[in-house]
Each structure stands twice: as structure tokens, then as C-alpha cells.
């Protein structure tokens, strides 16, 4: 997956002469976190947050300040062909709550920490009607093929698989999304296989 799937494109921009309270309202009344500024061709110049404008509107009030005072110049950016796991690593790496998406120096949309929530949880199938089943097997077995080969042979079919690693000396645990479906006969199976069911959410 890559950020042009699930990048903003219908995006809310200002431009550098904006007061502070200008650019306020403007996210009040949009309900968004993050503003790009941009020029008339829609060139990126900065970007600015709620937090960074409450931050000097007491100044603002004593003096005249525009976004071009205020705004980051070189924000942290993310292109539309950049994977998705390489925009979350940068927003949670540098702690940040969006990046702006740019194409040959032009604005083309925002993705938020939402917006990479959202892919994660569809990626993971969360929100589908599904069953899950939690094993636990030892770190130098690696019997991954062998769990997939007899949940498929009772017909469900397997959303996601996602695992933690373990540490030294500790045994991994994956954690199986299926479709929903009766989970007996396959916890069944699996122990008599000598996995370890540690738990089955039907």
C-alpha cells in the first residue's frame, strides 16, 4: 500500500499572509489538526498546527503575526508513491500528527495519523465480521505453513496473521484473523497437532 491510496486529496490550505486567528477559524471550521500554506499554484511554503497557532496567539494580540512568522518552512513531507509503512515510521519517529503530500513541489493531499489508522485496521481486517484464533509456538519451530494448512483444510479463510515477536528464550504468539466461522473444530485440530491455542474469539 502506498500513501496516494489513502491520502486526503480534498485538502484545506491557506496562504502565508493569514493572521493567526484567520488560520484558527479556518481549522474550526473545517475540524482539522494541520495547515498546509501554500502559494497560488499550490507550491508547499510551510505548514502550521492547531497546537503551534495556540501557542503565539496571546502574542498575536500584541502584534501583527502572519502564518508566513509562524509556519514550519521545511516540513517533514511524504510523496504519493512513498509506502504507507514509511509514513507511519516517520509520524511516530518524529512524533508528529500528519504529513503534507507532495508531487514535484506541489501540495496533492495530507495523510494523518487517522488516515494510516484507518488502512491498518482495514489491512488487518478489525472492523470485518471475523473470528480469531491466538497460538503460541516455540521460536525454532517455525510452524507457520503447518497452522495455515489445517485451519484452509476446515474451509476458513484467512484474513490477516500477525504475530510478537518474542524475546530471547520466550515463544512467539500469532494471532490469526478469519472469516467468520465455528472455531471448535480447527482449536480441535490444532492441539491435537501440538499447537498451542492460547485463545479463540468466534
Same mark, same amino acid.
Given at each position: 500500500?502506498?500513501?496516494?491510496?489513502?491520502?486526503?486529496?480534498?485538502?484545506?490550505?491557506?496562504?502565508? *499572509?493569514?493572521?493567526?486567528? !484567520? /488560520?484558527?477559524? =479556518?481549522?474550526?471550521?473545517?475540524? @482539522?489538526?494541520? %495547515? #498546509? +500554506? $501554500?502559494? &497560488?499554484?499550490?507550491?508547499?511554503?510551510?505548514?502550521?498546527?492547531?497546537?503551534?497557532?495556540?501557542?503565539?496567539?496571546?502574542?498575536?494580540?500584541?502584534?501583527?503575526?502572519?502564518?508566513?512568522?509562524?509556519?514550519?518552512?521545511?516540513?517533514?513531507?511524504?510523496?504519493? *508513491?512513498?509506502?504507507?509503512? !514509511? /509514513?507511519?515510521? =516517520?509520524?511516530?519517529?518524529?512524533? @508528529?500528527?500528519? %504529513? #503534507? +503530500? $507532495?508531487? &514535484?513541489?506541489?501540495?496533492?493531499?495530507?495523510?494523518?495519523?487517522?488516515?494510516?489508522?484507518?488502512?491498518?485496521?482495514?489491512?488487518?481486517?478489525?472492523?470485518?465480521?471475523?473470528?480469531?484464533?491466538?497460538?503460541?509456538?516455540?521460536?525454532?519451530?517455525?510452524?507457520?505453513?503447518?497452522?495455515?494448512?489445517?485451519?484452509?483444510?476446515?474451509?476458513?479463510?484467512?484474513?490477516?496473521?500477525?504475530?510478537?515477536?518474542?524475546? &530471547?528464550?520466550?515463544?512467539?504468539?500469532?494471532?490469526?484473523?478469519?472469516?467468520?466461522?465455528?472455531?471448535?473444530?480447527?482449536?480441535?485440530?490444532?492441539?491435537?497437532?501440538?499447537?498451542?491455542?492460547?485463545?479463540?474469539?468466534?
Amino acid at each position: 500500500m502506498t500513501v496516494r491510496h489513502w491520502m486526503t486529496t480534498k485538502v484545506v490550505t491557506t496562504n502565508k *499572509e493569514a493572521s493567526i486567528q !484567520e /488560520a484558527l477559524a =479556518l481549522m474550526k471550521q473545517h475540524s @482539522i489538526r494541520h %495547515l #498546509p +500554506v $501554500v502559494d &497560488e499554484e499550490r507550491n508547499l511554503l510551510g505548514w502550521v498546527t492547531d497546537a503551534d497557532l495556540r501557542g503565539v496567539l496571546i502574542a498575536s494580540m500584541l502584534e501583527e503575526l502572519t502564518l508566513e512568522d509562524v509556519m514550519v518552512r521545511k516540513p517533514f513531507t511524504s510523496y504519493p *508513491e512513498m509506502p504507507l509503512e !514509511e /509514513a507511519a515510521r =516517520l509520524i511516530l519517529d518524529k512524533r @508528529i500528527g500528519g %504529513l #503534507p +503530500v $507532495v508531487e &514535484e513541489g506541489k501540495l496533492t493531499g495530507i495523510i494523518t495519523v487517522v488516515d494510516i489508522m484507518s488502512a491498518f485496521i482495514n489491512l488487518m481486517g478489525l472492523l470485518t465480521h471475523s473470528s480469531r484464533i491466538d497460538v503460541r509456538v516455540s521460536a525454532e519451530a517455525h510452524p507457520l505453513d503447518e497452522i495455515t494448512r489445517l485451519i484452509r483444510k476446515h474451509d476458513a479463510e484467512i484474513i490477516s496473521i500477525c504475530h510478537l515477536p518474542a524475546t &530471547e528464550g520466550q515463544n512467539l504468539t500469532y494471532s490469526f484473523r478469519l472469516r467468520k466461522c465455528n472455531l471448535d473444530p480447527i482449536v480441535t485440530d490444532l492441539e491435537e497437532n501440538g499447537i498451542d491455542v492460547v485463545s479463540a474469539i468466534p
